[in-house]
């Protein structure tokens, strides 16, 4: 890895533009959002479409999730055929359509599960396996401490933690105390995750823990140059031109992943996300959320920040081609685009 710096998985959030980004502003790792072994093993289009990587995106996680050591096994193939450098395993989901079935956190409480599904996938693929965990399914739980060893142990190579409960979902603090004590404990890298959202918060977790890295989530959503400012390489706060040059590509970017049809929807909540902060005023982003097609977006944009062409021209001479789709993929999901 480059940097100490990893781009947090994200459901709904980590698409191919969210990581090409990332990648670009100085993450080391950046990681697929979780996908399902299940969805996989049945050959769902929409499952097998998360498995589009491009040249500039490693290194590159693909995270997956399930119950089923055989089946977590396939998967584990199919990402690495599709070009994943780490398999890594969720057992950190706390939404209830993925623990019900076994998966995610629940696994937390099921080391002899836990450790087979480690083993599984070690056995099945040659790159390195990761496994990301919650501290343990209840408020105070220790289980993480207990069962990290045991996965070092079945096959993992690194470990992340994202010091909550399953039960706290994403409130209260990343305890990350607990980060230390399992730094401790393995010798292999731990990856600290959880509410670091600025270089002094890195500074300090990698200090206090002794992690190899940190991952950054939420503070990254529409602002990926909190990933440079970690990295201590800030210039300071974007100017419009550059937060609209960089929404506007990662706009494009997205419906030439996912077609036009579901883009306009999914990319809603991500103008929020980038016009906030105090960046444009309030009125303009329920505006932006009211259009009906990404081009009335991309115009709007371009009217209110009209240096943001200039800017937007050279990101995209920038930017490496990317007809490298290593899966042959049905076209439909993505629009034929
Ligand atoms: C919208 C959203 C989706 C997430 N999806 C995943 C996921 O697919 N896999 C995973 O391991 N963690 C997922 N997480 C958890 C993050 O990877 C991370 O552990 C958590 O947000 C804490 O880091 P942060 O404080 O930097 O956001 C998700 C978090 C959010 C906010």
């Known amino acids: 890895m480059p940097t100490r710096l990893v781009l947090a998985p994200m459901a709904g959030v980590s698409v191919q533009a969210f990581r090409r980004q990332g990648r670009r502003f100085g ?16 050959g769902n289009e929409r499952t097998l479409g998360y498995l589009r990587i491009a040249a500039d995106e490693h290194p590159l996680a693909v995270q997956i999730f399930g119950s089923e050591p055989p089946l977590m096994a396939e998967a584990a193939r199919m990402v690495v055929d599709a070009g994943a450098d780490i398999v890594d395993i969720n057992f950190g989901c706390p ?4 623990t019900k079935t076994g998966a995610g956190a629940t696994l937390l409480d099921d080391p002899e599960r836990a450790c087979r599904i480690v083993g599984a996938v070690a056995d099945a693929v040659d790159v390195p396996v990761s496994v990301k965990m919650r501290r343990g399914l209840e408020d105070g739980s220790r289980a993480c401490l207990e069962i990290g060893p045991k996965l070092v142990e079945a096959g993992a ?8 409960s399953a039960r706290q979902m994403y409130t209260g603090t990343a305890d990350h105390a607990l980060t230390a004590e399992l730094v401790e404990l393995v010798d292999v890298p731990v990856i600290a995750c959880g509410d670091v959202t600025s270089r002094a918060r890195a500074q300090s977790v990698l ?14 959503q529409g602002n990926p140059w909190v990933l440079r400012e970690i990295l201590g390489e800030d210039d300071g706060e974007p100017t419009r031109e550059e ?22 929807g999914f990319l809603k909540k991500f103008y929020g996300w980038y016009l906030g902060r105090g960046r444009f005023p309030r009125p ?22 009209p240096g943001a062409a200039g800017v937007l021209e050279q990101l995209e001479a920038e930017q490496p081609e990317t007809d490298d ?13």
């Not at 993450?27 to 049945?42: I, P, W």
């Not at 939404?95 to 993925?98: A, I, L, S």
């Open 95 to 98: 939404v209830r359509k993925v």
């Open 27 to 42: 993450a080391g790792l950046v990681c697929s959002e979780m996908v399902s072994c299940a969805g996989l093993h049945h």
């Open 243 to 264: 937060v609209a040059a960089e929404l506007i590509l990662f706009i494009r970017e997205t419906v030439r992943e996912m077609g036009e049809r579901r883009a306009s």
């Open 157 to 164: 190579a690194t470990l992340t933690l994202h010091p909550r």
């Open 325 to 337: 789709v290593l899966l042959e993929l049905p076209i439909s999901i993505y629009g034929g685009g």
């Open 284 to 305: 303009f982003k329920q505006e932006l959320v009211q259009l009906e097609t990404t081009d009335d977006v991309i115009e709007r944009l371009f009217a209110a920040a």
């Open 207 to 220: 200090a206090t823990t002794g992690a190899a890295a940190v991952m950054v989530g939420r503070g990254a």
